[in-house]
């Protein structure tokens, strides 16, 4: 079994360009723009995996209607 | 009194209170505006839709009301705008698309409601970026709205009609939407003040939604003290928005003068980070020594990077903007802008753990930011990285870097929607090349009344908020 500590640095941007081609990108988007909503993509998951940074292993989502905390 | 241009550039609390002594009327001022919009509105462009004949009506019943001594309240006979997602009985409501280019709402939403309730008279309906998915109001399907300081450059968005409007004289107060900076941001490149109040305080019943948990309605004017006179009519509970809070109703104006003695003051120096050009930075600090002389206690505080607010709430908002309109953009895809279709595209590409990811994240900064918060009663920060941006260049900042959705610019706004709390933004400075500087000032969630207190201390001290634009019409 493989140690999580060691996981493989993924390829963001494979990962987003798979998602984007999933979307049928050719309906959504001009043929200039799959790759650069891609990139913009990327940005965003790779931001989203910093977010570890954070130890969010005990956090429970914040709840939809009620995001202030009083 | 002052002339037609003069009477137009005035603070809404000003012209109030002339209308309240009968030194003015509201016909006369109604008529000084409607001037003003019809020559410097081509320029401009910073109405989708006017609604000027009813105006006049209003104006000339709410003549009859105070002269029969029926005086409402601040805003009875003050021509003020609504951006073009509040909805608006029989008059058309685009939210700056094609996609809704044709409806016209049956109902108010409730911020129309009470601004009608206060006798206010409802000029039109401001122009925005389109469905209030970016930050620029370069519009595919109303054109783009320019900065009164300087048409070459974008008034910001989302909210860029409403404040390229009160910059410009054209209405004393505009109701703009803020789901990551979109009151605030614009209101910093236009050199006006923009107040997201905090989550729940204002309904966006009948406001069209980007992003349900982030979206906030508030106010864009000259002055703190005005932003202070709107939230008194338009907060309030409301059982139609579910987030509306249920508190006893406040007067946000009570505790303007009470000044800063005793205020502590929090200060994030990571958020004036190598991003922030110089001449925001400057003027950022030039800003808090003047905090600092009026009485506040500078305390300096460790906040989580602004980059995990910024890639929390393009999550979340990105993944509930694509809920909100999965029922046209599965159908009328065509009618949205390139721009649109991009951010669409984002949204639906993000998956369900991704969010719920994020709003763990939230839950994680909100605590953290609220156990700093305790040792201060107000914190401030550059509004904005930069300030207004050349149109032909996109109008994002974003330029030379286009993809770089986590370092826009704006994102220093985020922080703000990610907890709910209220923040104000002020001019604080302008540019060497004339475009305004915003701070912001926030204080903690259901303490409106705090931020309001210490922008006015800073205002009442500084007077930026006294400089207009010359628009050439």
């Known amino acids: 079994m493989s140690d999580p500590q060691n996981k493989p640095e993924k390829d963001w941007l494979e990962i987003a360009r798979r998602r984007v081609a999933a979307l ?27 977010i570890d940074d954070l130890g969010l292993d005990k956090v429970e989502p914040a709840t939809m209607y009620r995001p202030v905390e009083e | 009194m002052a002339d037609s241009d003069e009477l137009c550039q005035s603070t809404l609390s000003e012209v109030a209170s002339w209308i309240e002594t009968k030194k003015v009327s509201p016909v006369e001022v109604f008529e000084a505006v409607r001037r003003r919009i019809e020559r410097l509105n081509p320029t401009l462009n910073a109405f989708i839709t006017l609604t000027l004949d009813e105006a006049a009506q209003e104006a000339r019943q709410a003549e009859g009301e105070i002269a029969k001594g029926r005086y409402r309240g601040p805003l009875h006979g003050v021509p003020v705008s609504l951006k ?91 109701m703009g939407s803020d789901t990551g900076g979109s009151i605030r941001q614009p209101a910093a490149f236009c050199g006006v003040v923009g107040m997201k109040p905090t989550y729940g305080l204002v309904s966006r019943y009948g406001v069209f939604p980007a992003a349900w948990s982030l979206d906030h309605a508030g106010p864009l004017v000259h002055s703190v003290r005005d932003a202070a006179r709107v939230l008194n009519t338009v907060a309030g509970h409301d059982p139609r928005d579910p987030a509306s ?6 007067d946000y104006t009570a505790g303007l003068e009470r000044g800063l003695s005793g205020i502590r003051l929090g200060v ?35 906040l989580p990077s602004a980059e995990y607010a910024a890639v929390t709430t393009s999550t979340i908002s990105g993944s509930e903007v694509a809920s909100t309109h999965s029922r046209w953009s599965d159908t009328q895809l065509a009618d949205y802008g390139e721009d649109s279709r991009r951010s669409l595209a984002i949204g639906r590409c993000l998956t369900a753990g991704d969010y719920l990811k994020a709003q763990r994240a939230r839950r994680a900064i909100s605590s953290t930011v609220s156990r700093e918060l305790e040792s201060v009663d107000a914190f401030v920060w550059p509004t904005t990285a930069i300030p207004a941006s050349p149109i032909e260049e996109g109008g994002d900042g974003l330029r030379t870097r286009p993809h770089e959705v986590l370092r826009a610019p704006h994102v220093l706004t985020r922080l703000a929607n990610l907890m709910g ?29 705090t931020a309001l207190r210490v922008a006015h201390a800073y205002q009442r001290e500084t007077g930026w908020e006294n400089r207009r634009p010359v628009v050439q019409g």
């Open chain 1, 24 to 50: 049928d990108a050719d309906a959504w988007l001009p043929a200039d723009s799959a790759e650069a909503v891609a990139y913009s993509l990327t940005d965003l998951l790779d931001g989203l995996r910093r």
């Open chain 2, 84 to 174: 073009d997602l509040y909805a608006t009985r029989g008059v058309r409501t685009t939210a700056g698309s094609k996609v809704l280019a044709d409806w016209v709402p049956d109902h108010d939403s409730d911020a129309t409601e009470r601004l009608r309730s206060a006798g206010a008279l409802l000029i039109g309906k401001t122009n925005m970026h389109e469905f209030a998915l970016g930050s620029t109001t370069i519009n595919p399907h109303y054109g783009t709205t320019s900065n009164p300081w300087n048409a070459r450059h974008v008034s910001g968005g989302s909210s860029g009609g409403s404040a390229a409007a009160v910059a410009a004289g054209l209405g004393y107060a505009s």
């Open chain 2, 245 to 250: 809070v249920d508190r006893p109703p406040l």
């Open chain 2, 268 to 302: 994030a120096p990571a958020y004036v980070s190598e991003d922030v050009v110089p001449d925001v930075q400057r003027a950022f600090w030039d800003a808090v020594r003047v905090f600092e002389r009026l009485g506040a206690k500078r305390i300096d505080l460790e």
């Open chain 2, 421 to 449: 709390i209220p923040a104000i933004s002020m001019p604080c400075s302008f540019t060497s090349s004339g475009f305004p500087v915003g701070i912001t000032v926030a204080a903690k969630a259901h303490d409106d009344s």
